[in-house]
């Protein structure tokens, strides 16, 4: 198939995932109160591209300008817990706890097949491939007795590609400035503990991982022929923030994290 493009093209996405918040305000003697939050997952998707070929053998051309812009956002399960219980404690669990946040933007996208992508060659232009991803890990206030938080992971990558030729024999002529710039936020869990006797491990697995790819022209899998007289700024940046701990009382236990940019 056959795409051409002359007039200015502006494609945007974005994605917001918030999971449920769990709080406790008690104050009990001689009484059980328990809540249990099994799988808190937020998964956050947003895709952006300005002329997409998909399957087939396309003919791209671009003859004006293409901004492609995603911004993917996830925030994990909050649990804050305030009590005064004597005797029989709170028994509150939050067993799987994760947050992953993708953002792609593509300005031109052969996607699968033997692609010509003509890109501003005899005649000026721009194109600009921004994304951004931000995932939030859980947040903890209080565990007291009986408190367990199982995993806490965090997994945000951002991916900018101003042409990607995509698998296949490619040819790409590009004479257009191109930008694509990529930024990764991701922050891990942070849990704050108040009361004596969180017996056992609180957080098994608290894992953080920031991915942050720009590129100018990529080819992709295949034998590709790429020509290009424009201007290339491709900027990648991971920004990551591993668990913390405030308090760790008697009997608290973190088994493991991992910060990954």
Known sequence: GGLCGKAA???????????VGVSFNVSLEGATLGAAVT??????????TGIFGDLGDDWLSNRGSITAHSDAFARATSVAVSAGISYVPLNAAVADSTARAWATSIGMDGGEGNDHIDSNLHAPGTIVADAVSTAKGVSVAVAPAGAALGTADVFSQAIATGIDGG????????????SGTATANATGTTVNVTLIGAAGTLLERATTTGIAQGTGIAGGAGADYIFNRGTI?????????GTTVSVAPIGFGLAGTTTTA
């Open 167 to 178: 698998a296949g024999d490619d040819v790409v002529l590009q004479g257009a400035d191109l």
């Open 233 to 241: 700024d491709a900027q990648g940046t991971a920004i990551v923030t």
């Open 9 to 19: 093209i502006i494609g945007t996405a974005n994605a917001v995932a918030t999971s």
């Open 39 to 48: 799988d808190a997952t937020t998964d956050a998707y947003a895709w952006s």
